[in-house]
């Protein structure tokens, strides 16, 4: 089992930036490739990024490529999403998730086996 615990959500204008955090427990986290994804209403969930277990490799959505950065710290068994220059179509629940399935991409929410319960970003223009 894996616990994921997100934070940092909040209002905001846009350009602004906001950092959110997620804290996981329950297994070896430095193993666990993590995602981003999020969810505005009446749209389906969509990837934002992910990180690899090393941190080595990262992935990003196109729509968020070089205002967004993933990042973790395995020793606080944390991952972190810095967000820049925002914009009002970034506003969404956004949730870490932890990926656990292989069968297909780690851009699809289906790899992924453990979620947190979300944060809200809103972003004011």
């Known amino acids: 089992q894996v616990q994921l615990v997100e934070s940092g959500g909040g209002l905001v204008q846009a350009g602004g930036s906001l950092r959110l955090s997620c804290a996981a427990s329950?297994?070896?986290?430095?193993?666990?490739?993590m995602g981003w994804f999020r969810q505005a209403p009446g749209k389906e969930r969509e990837f934002v990024a992910a990180i690899t277990g090393s941190g080595g490799v990262t992935y990003y959505a196109d729509s968020v490529k070089g205002r967004f950065t993933i990042s973790r710290d395995n020793a606080k068994s944390t991952v972190y999403l810095q967000m820049n220059s925002l914009k009002p179509e970034d506003t969404a629940v956004y949730s870490c998730a932890a990926r656990s399935r292989y069968y297909g991409s780690i851009y699809s929410p289906n790899d992924y086996g453990y979620w947190g319960q979300g944060t809200q970003v809103t972003v004011s223009s």
């Open positions: 329950g297994r070896t986290f430095s193993s666990v490739a």
